[in-house]
């Protein structure tokens, strides 16, 4: 669906999957103006289709563009565009558990101008991919870098919004990530190095002697809807849950004092990512005795279960 200045986002319209025409100067190779999103479709056991609070994709897709100078694309008009296109593509959504359909919502900016400056023209595509199970059998603990000489974000910036240069800048971190084993990267804050915040592609929780530890939104972590929902069901479920600055040395020694019960992660590829193993410089801290953690199994549980249908949605987050 294009935008144009003047005549606002218009002409929606389905068509295979092909490549697109652009100019080589088109402003989003050049200066990054692009924004995207991640969801997912489910089937369930009685073969309907459903997706998990669509809404706030669109909402948090707002957010980016207004960061990025990008028009605003109407909740209403984005959530259109995608129940139409699923519609279209439901035998896509696969049926087997554990699998589904990829969605990924993005916006560029398409004027063909050498020269910075928010562009006047965007494109709005919505891509699918069928996506196997994330996990083959069963949960794993991943092993996670904890990266102490690259920033990804600072305050201010755009850390919080989902567009491309931000995954740009943390491809060195991962590519040091793996070339140690580890096979994602958690970082720090962009000023004092020493605040955590997220990981690559997911927020990071810690239980601590009993309280789920997760980073306040300061402007520079990804808001996950994962993470959002990981806390209320927490809370649901009677348990203290505090969002707040935490450095990596209150890590390091409630491990050292034994209190470190869980760690782990949340977004939208696996829902619940336990951690086995954290390495922070020469420490290497493991987790639960790299198994899997009570809360991590709870939410992971209960997450999946009202995606897939089976366990009651009473948060009311799944959309038809
Ligand atoms: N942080 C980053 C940088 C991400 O890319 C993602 C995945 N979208 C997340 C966190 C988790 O967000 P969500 O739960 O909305 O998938």
Redesign the pocket.
């Known amino acids: 669906m294009p935008y144009d200045e003047g005549q606002g986002w218009h002409d929606p319209e389905i068509m295979p999957y092909g490549n697109i025409d652009l100019s080589p100067a088109a402003m989003c190779f050049h200066y990054g103006q692009e924004v995207f ?3 997912k479709a489910y089937r369930t056991a009685e073969g309907k289709v459903q997706l998990f609070r669509p809404e ?2 669109f909402k ?1 897709l707002n957010k980016s563009n207004e960061r990025l100078v990008i028009p605003e694309l109407p909740v209403e008009l984005g959530m259109q565009c995608l129940t139409e296109l699923i519609k279209v593509e439901k035998d896509w959504v696969p049926s087997k558990e554990g699998e589904s359909l990829y969605i990924r919502p993005f916006i560029i900016a398409v004027d063909p101008f050498l020269g910075v400056k928010p562009g006047e023209h965007y494109l709005f595509i919505i891509i699918l991919s069928p996506s196997g199970a994330y996990y083959e059998t069963g949960l794993n603990p991943v092993n996670i870098y904890v990266e102490s000489k690259y920033v ?1 974000a600072v305050r201010g910036g755009m ?1 919080f919004a ?1 567009t491309g240069g ?2 740009a800048a ?1 491809l060195i971190g991962q590519d040091e990530a793996h070339k140690q084993n580890y096979s994602q990267v958690l970082w720090l804050d962009g000023v004092e190095q020493k605040y955590i915040e ?6 990071i929780f810690f239980v601590i002697d009993g309280k789920v530890v997760t980073p306040m939104l300061q402007g520079s ?9 990981a806390i209320e069901v927490c809370k649901s479920m009677g348990l203290t849950v505090e969002e707040r600055r935490i450095d990596i040395q209150e890590i390091a020694d409630a491990y050292d004092a034994g209190k470190l019960d869980e760690v782990f ?5 696996a829902v619940i990512s336990p951690v086995g193993h954290l390495k922070w410089n020469d420490k290497v801290m493991e987790i639960n005795g790299n198994k899997i953690g009570k809360i991590s199994q709870m939410l992971y549980d209960t997450m999946t279960g009202i995606q897939w249908g089976k366990v009651e949605d009473t948060f009311n987050w799944i959309y038809p």
Do not use: W
């Not at 997220?198 to 927020?203: H, I, L, S, T």
């Not at 972590?221 to 929902?229: A, C, D, E, Q, V």
């Not at 992660?265 to 590829?269: D, H, L, P, R």
């Open positions: 999103e991640g969801l706030e994709n948090r990804r850390g989902k931000n995954y943390s997220e990981v690559g592609a997911m927020n972590i990804l808001p996950g809807i994962t993470r959002k929902s992660g949340t977004g939208t590829a």
